[in-house]
């Protein structure tokens, strides 16, 4: 017993330390920046504000950012290094639960469950989720442990206390998955309820409903971004055309699956359909995810379904079955010899078809979906290498925002893209004000915009100082030349692709 329970925790330490470095190798090759655009533009900007205001409780979906904030503060550590030493950390725990699917749900041997695990580490999709999706990622972790839990009723308890042990446990999972991530909740929710109706379980059915209940609610008063948000009829928002705001297109969402997918879906198949009744529990969320990934077959306003995240987060059981697809299908080989060859090849290919996506420089195509880059950039990078910027650009643009903090007084404007609106939160003198609404970059029609309406006669009206440079002013900050070549007289600085205008003056004209 011992024995097996030793090397049941070496392989479980395996896997762990496994997945650690996987991710932690990007964050190493581009430290000090960050990697990920929701990093920079959303992750950092909030723990910072916590660390520096306390936390906001009011936060959406805040477990992430609580546990990252609270351990930052009681451990001295300043957010950002916790930050990364978290989202590695996470990786590794993420690879332990996906070992424990294989091992009690699959009934995988341990050797086999270390190789899968590590299979499934290395895929694309999850590498993208631990890129900048951290909530999800927390929350597939959750989800993982709640299967396993569930798995657990329908054995024979020896006592009542086992039995309430497991409710309770699944009770509490579910409801810190709730507060973790909106799709991950959606999915783990559906996922009881459907498999307790498929069981007959009254008690996961009654469990389930009460959280649906508690979620919608939440998401009503707390979530501005999800479809229930919307002001209008949940039907009407998914249907009418005047709520159309699909960013991706179908041709973008097909090829993303196809791209990352294509090469599994042969194993995916053969190991979902092998044995029907079996693995029933981790079929469910496999069919959910698949079906919201396809949800612009049926529904015309897909945005607010977000099928381009249920394609990433379906990417993880796709990966789950494909990998156990093809271990039955090399089973079937005679030749022992053959076999091994084979594995050695089939794995050895999406290890470093994974690590070359992790590692390689921005720009450096080495992934399928990479080259279907237009098609894809805003959904999947072209390497882990970036963030809102090409790593190499990030000196750039933070050199640019110091100069505006020493040259320019407070309650200037400062206009740039809404990429590099985390950037301006962390280091933009904060009383000076960041504009990242595209449309007013247009300078010609800067006029006519609410924003210059409301703060630029202030601005337009001060009397300068020719020897006072530190005065309100208008900035713009762009990384275009040609769509500015019109005011390059009015450039006051540059740093790399990035350049600096005082457009003040050409604003002022229009009053």
Not at 17 to 37: D, F, H, K, L, W
Not at 124 to 145: E, K, P, Q, V
Not at 226 to 240: A, E, G, P, R, W
Request: charge should be positive.
């Amino acid at each position: 017993m011992n024995f097996s329970l030793n090397k049941f925790l070496f392989s479980t330490l395996v896997v762990f330390s496994i997945g650690c470095v996987i991710r932690a190798v990007p964050t190493y090759i581009n430290y000090p920046y960050p990697i990920g655009y929701d990093s920079i533009n959303y992750y950092l900007p909030f723990l910072y504000n916590f660390s520096n205001n306390g936390i906001n409780w009011t936060t959406s979906y805040p477990v992430y950012l609580f546990i990252v904030s609270f351990f930052s503060k009681l451990f001295l550590i300043d957010p950002y290094t916790f930050f990364n030493f978290i989202n590695i950390t996470l990786y590794g725990l993420f690879g332990v639960s996906i070992q424990l699917v294989f091992t009690r749900l699959m009934k995988i041997s341990l050797l086999q469950s270390i190789l899968f695990s590590i299979f499934v580490l290395v895929q694309l999709c999850a590498l993208r989720m631990s890129w900048d999706l951290y909530r999800d990622l927390l929350s597939m972790i959750f989800l993982n442990l709640c299967l396993l839990l569930i798995n657990t009723i329908s054995k024979n308890f020896k006592s009542n206390y086992q039995l309430i042990l497991s409710y309770t446990s699944i009770f509490c999972l579910i409801l810190i998955t709730v507060f973790s991530d909106r799709m991950i909740s959606v999915l783990l929710l559906t996922t009881i309820f459907v498999y307790a109706l498929l069981i007959r379980n009254r008690y996961l059915v009654l469990v389930t409903l009460s959280f649906l209940v508690l979620f919608v609610a939440y998401l009503i008063n707390f979530d501005d971004v999800s479809v229930f948000s919307m002001k209008s009829d949940l039907i009407q928002t998914l249907v009418n055309p005047t709520y159309d705001l699909n960013s991706y297109s179908i041709t973008n969402i097909l090829t993303l699956f196809a791209s990352l997918y294509g090469i599994l879906l042969p194993f995916f198949i053969y190991g979902y359909l092998k044995n029907r009744s079996e693995f029933m529990l981790l079929k469910v969320p496999t069919t959910i995810a698949l079906v919201c990934s396809f949800s612009w077959v049926i529904v015309p306003n897909y945005e607010y379904l977000v099928p381009e995240r249920w394609v990433i987060v379906s990417g993880i059981f796709v990966s789950i079955f494909a990998v156990y697809g093809f271990s039955l299908m090399n089973a079937s080989i005679k030749s022992k010899q053959i076999k091994m060859i084979i594995f050695a090849v089939f794995f050895s290919f999406f290890i470093i078809y994974g690590l070359f996506f992790a590692i390689a420089p921005y720009g450096t195509i080495v992934t399928i979906p990479g080259y279907f880059h237009d098609l894809t950039q805003f959904i999947m990078p072209i390497s882990m290498s970036m963030n809102s910027l090409d790593i190499n650009q990030n000196k750039d643009l933070v050199h640019v925002i110091e100069w505006i903090n020493e040259n320019t007084a407070g309650n200037s404007i400062v206009i740039g893209s809404i990429h590099w609106r985390g950037w301006f939160s962390l280091f933009l003198d904060p009383t000076n004000d960041f504009k990242y609404e595209e449309s007013i970059l247009n300078i010609s029609n800067f006029k006519n915009n609410s924003l210059f309406k409301t703060h630029g006669p202030g601005l337009c009206n001060s009397k300068t100082s020719s020897q006072d440079s530190r005065w309100p002013h208008i900035i713009l900050v762009s990384s275009s030349e040609k769509a500015f070549e019109n005011v390059s007289i009015f450039q006051v600085y540059g740093s790399g692709q990035f350049k600096v205008y005082n457009i003040s003056k050409i604003l002022c004209k229009y009053q």
